[in-house]
């Protein structure tokens, strides 16, 4: 199974400063430490890449560095308010998910599919730079992105719903992989067991996880968690559904039970990130983003 998966590529789309409540979360009410916290942590924004025998997927499509200094980018002036003190940009022109894939050695009409683990504009942002590829999201993340308040909760649907775009919106499906369990529903990207999309809501309606069947074994869950080590100690961020998240953070930590040297690399984590690098099949993306993963605390 191993040699359908050829390489990993860590890519960078930028940073991004987040108020520490935010990651590590807050007894506080969010619009206190929204507003008046002031200790901040500086995250990368990953895109992976994962060169399949049959294809290149990448595991969501970072950031477009025109968001960053759009100021017509949040059309509502409270969600403008609230997103302008959430997040501090570190993006340059040079952080566009064009240019960061050819750095790394990829044209980006070689992407065939791209899988997006929820729409935030971190996440999906780049899907301009790749219009050739299949886009996939699940149908509840889709749904969710058509829901009035999406804007609110950080989906952008302007730069989603994009002339030509190729999305594929799936819909869970049973899977027997006694490998997964306790993951009883999923989708087989791939259609050999390489790469399995998985559902993990809780930060956002729709949210997934990839499963990529190497040695060892990984599971990116974008934003499923800020860090992994919170995840495995069960302390919450300041946002997302609270509940669904304790469902889902306790099926990965299951997962990690019956397969203990399963990396899991949350997109924000540069600890996970440093350590995906270290993979037999990783090489890293530039050398920028070499450095801040190994600078990691
Ligand atoms: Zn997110």
Redesign the pocket.
């Known amino acids: 199974m191993t040699q359908l998966i050829r390489r990993l590529t860590h890519l960078q789309t930028g940073t991004a400063e987040l108020h520490v409540q935010h990651v590590e979360g807050s007894p506080w009410n969010a619009l206190l430490w929204i507003f008046f916290g002031r200790e901040r942590v500086e995250v990368p924004i990953s895109v992976f890449a994962v060169q399949h025998r049959d294809a290149l997927v990448l595991v969501d499509a970072g950031m477009a560095p025109k968001v960053a200094w759009d100021p017509e980018l949040w059309a509502h002036p409270i969600t403008r308010a609230i997103m302008n003190r959430l997040f501090r940009f570190h993006i340059e022109p040079k952080d566009a998910l064009g240019i960061q894939l050819r750095r790394a050695g990829i044209a980006p009409p070689e992407v065939d599919k791209a899988v997006l683990?929820?729409l935030?504009f971190?996440?999906a942002g780049g899907i301009a730079d790749i219009p050739q590829a299949e886009l996939v999201v699940s149908k509840d993340a889709w749904d969710h992105m058509l829901t009035p308040h999406a804007e609110r909760e950080?989906v952008l649907r302007r730069d989603l719903e994009i002339p030509g775009a190729k999305w594929r919106q799936i819909q869970w499906e049973p899977i027997d992989d006694p490998a997964l369990r306790p993951f009883t529903h999923g989708h087989d990207l791939m259609g050999d067991g390489s790469i399995v999309l998985l559902p993990t809501p809780g930060?956002?309606e729709g949210?997934l996880s990839v499963f990529v069947r190497t040695d060892p074994p990984i599971l990116f869950v974008?934003?499923l968690c800020y860090r992994t080590d919170l995840l495995m100690k069960e302390q919450f961020p300041g946002t997302g559904d609270h509940e669904a998240l304790a469902e889902n953070w306790a099926k990965v930590r299951a997962l990690k039970e019956a397969l203990p040297n399963l990396l899991i690399v949350p997109?924000h984590d540069r600890t996970a990130v440093a350590q995906l690098l270290a993979h037999p099949l990783a090489r890293p993306g530039d050398q920028y983003g070499v450095q801040a993963a190994l600078a990691a605390p």
Do not use: A
Request: charged share 15%; aromatic share 0%.
């Open positions: 683990t929820h935030h971190d996440h950080g930060h956002l949210s974008g934003d997109s």
